[in-house]
């Protein structure tokens, strides 16, 4: 493959915001004198709850930006909000776009931790045709893990058209960095299934199909990764809801196909 130049666009974008300190810790509440054992049941899940609550990460939102997106982009724009919206309990997030489109284009922004940044720098963008660039995608990521720690890669498209055994190396590359990969694919080739999978299983992420119509089912297992992101699986299971659940299943080991 023609290796492209990787450039960082949008210039002038918000800095990093640092985590809200957390001004308030939990009591122990009024009552009988505890035990010895309760207490220290109490003092470890206050600090565990602290850990969560003060969480960070840092997440790569991948998108395919080439012509047969254009019908599912502008809800790939409004679905961005719910990642941000998940972890207001958990910790901050900071989330880096990448995209490719047209030839040889593969572009990526700064990390920014608002929706409405976040929401311009999708906007700006318009669907190109051209073949997919999955792989830079991939080396893009690693690129950045030698930089600072990456909680995961969200990868969204409908197609494949490399050598997808190239792709397996580099996801298994990012999954011995931690860095597992969340492929969720629009439509049912066959062939961008296979790698989808096979990216999602050797990273240690998972594999999802939506379309226009799941549009809801989406956005929650989104907001799910951007929890996981932020907090870890201690943070999945404190929120707990299906969607949580379900990618504790695949990050177990359990989901994957």
């Not at 995209?99 to 040889?104: A, D, I, K, P, S």
């Not at 950045?144 to 494949?160: C, N, S, W």
Request: with cysteine; aromatic share 6%.
């Amino acid at each position: 493959m023609q290796r492209g130049t990787e450039r960082y666009i949008f210039p002038g974008m918000n800095e990093k915001k640092a985590p809200a300190p957390v001004t308030s810790s939990p009591s122990v509440p009024a009552g009988p004198r505890s035990s010895t054992q309760e207490i220290g049941n109490f003092l470890r899940d206050a600090k565990a709850l602290a850990e969560i609550r003060s969480g960070s990460g840092r997440l790569i939102l991948a998108l395919d930006a080439t012509m047969s997106r254009q019908p599912t982009w502008d809800l790939a724009c409004a679905l961005q909000a719910e990642m941000f919206d998940a972890v207001g309990n958990v910790g901050t997030l900071d989330v880096q776009l990448v995209y490719f489109r047209g030839l040889e284009e593969c572009r990526a922004s700064k990390f920014v931790s608002d929706t409405g940044s976040l929401k311009r720098l999708m906007t700006s963008i318009r669907c190109q045709g051209g073949q997919t660039q999955i792989g830079k995608v991939l080396s893009h990521a690693l690129k950045e893990t030698a930089r600072g720690k990456i909680a995961a890669l969200v990868y969204i498209g409908d197609a494949m058209e490399e050598d997808v055994d190239a792709l397996a190396v580099k996801a298994g590359n990012l999954g011995l960095h931690g860095v597992p990969v969340f492929a969720f694919q629009e439509g049912t080739d066959s062939h961008a299934e296979l790698a989808f999978k096979e990216m999602a299983r050797l990273s240690k992420g998972a594999w999802f199909r939506f379309d226009r119509d799941a549009a809801a089912t989406l956005a929650k297992l989104l907001s799910a990764v951007a929890v996981f992101a932020a907090g870890g699986i201690k943070a999945l299971e404190a929120r707990g809801r299906a969607e949580d659940r379900l990618m504790i299943e695949h990050l177990r080991g359990g989901g994957r196909r």
